[in-house]
């Protein structure tokens, strides 16, 4: 596959890749091999993750698992060159995973080489705070190496057996895939201000019902719910890794009323924001890698 592919982030466990497909085709990839444990965010594009005889579409809000010692090859699905965030793990960190996430039945079947799930906000958050530090080089490497285990813990919780959406189908990727990719982006550079359906359905160029109805086709949730969880989401990972304030972390992350941030928090998270903060959150331990 011609594509260009520059290593972002190196750390002592993974390296953070970014993956710009060059193909200028609809065609598919000679058979590829992978060695390492992989999670890769589709930021733009669509196609097709071919591997033991499964067929795994790839789009914006989707993460690709993919585990080592498999052939794939990758079909592109439209004239889109697709974009990804790879992170990529070292072979000797893939043990420890295994180790520290052994109830996950990916790891214990054989069969089951690679999988697809559809993120969240939460999830899409992470994922941009992440490529943001990188690409601005600003993130500490503990800051870095924390969101990269946020993402881990995340993605693995959420894996279930693949089923392809029916009602995302070719021509719906087609006509509104970017539609959707600028809305995500939008809100993750935005999601502290107070945003409007008209401004969002305006900077993607389409009315505000159209979007409302796409949106919620791609996304499973309306846009204000994207929004809140997206507020949510990143007031949980400042709890976790400040000594801010409540208050401030609650307004910082674009809640007006502090009452209502308390009351959402507890709702999504079953624990009030004080009581979140001080809960244990174990990540594997790095230290073990030889």
């Not at 070719?170 to 107070?194: G, V």
Request: net charge positive.
């Amino acid at each position: 596959m011609q594509a260009d592919i520059h290593t972002l982030f190196q750390s002592d466990f993974y390296r953070i890749l970014d993956f710009r497909c060059r193909c200028t085709e609809c065609t598919t990839s000679k058979p590829e091999y992978s060695d390492t444990f992989g999670i890769s965010f589709v930021r733009k594009g669509n196609f097709l993750f071919n591997v033991f005889r499964h067929s795994l579409d790839s789009y914006n809000g989707c993460v690709l698992i993919t585990k080592p010692g498999f052939e794939r090859t990758v079909t592109h699905a439209h004239s889109v060159p697709d974009q990804c965030t790879i992170l990529e793990f070292h072979k000797d960190f893939f043990s420890i995973i295994k180790k520290h996430y052994k109830h996950c039945r990916f790891f214990h079947d054989a069969d089951w080489h690679s999988t697809l799930i559809r993120t969240n906000a939460s999830t899409e958050l992470l994922h941009y705070m992440a490529w943001q530090l990188v690409n601005t080089r600003k993130g500490s490497k503990l800051q870095i190496d924390n969101l990269v285990l946020e993402i881990m813990d995340k993605v693995l919780g959420e894996i279930t057996d693949y089923h392809p959406d029916p009602a995302i189908n070719s021509k719906m990727k087609k006509n509104h895939l970017q539609t959707i990719e600028r809305a995500k982006e939008y809100i993750t550079n935005n999601f502290t201000t107070d945003i409007s359906l008209m401004e969002l359905a305006s900077f993607c160029y389409v009315s505000p019902f159209h979007f409302s109805r796409i949106f919620r086709t791609f996304t499973k949730v309306p846009p204000h719910q994207y929004l809140a969880d997206t507020r949510l989401q990143h007031a949980a990972l400042m709890l976790r890794t400040t000594n801010s304030p409540v208050a401030d972390i609650a307004f910082s992350s674009g809640f007006n009323s502090i009452e209502y941030f308390n009351s959402a928090f507890k709702k999504k998270y079953d624990s009030a924001p004080g009581s979140f903060r001080n809960q244990e959150f174990r990540f594997p331990v790095i230290s073990k890698i030889s």
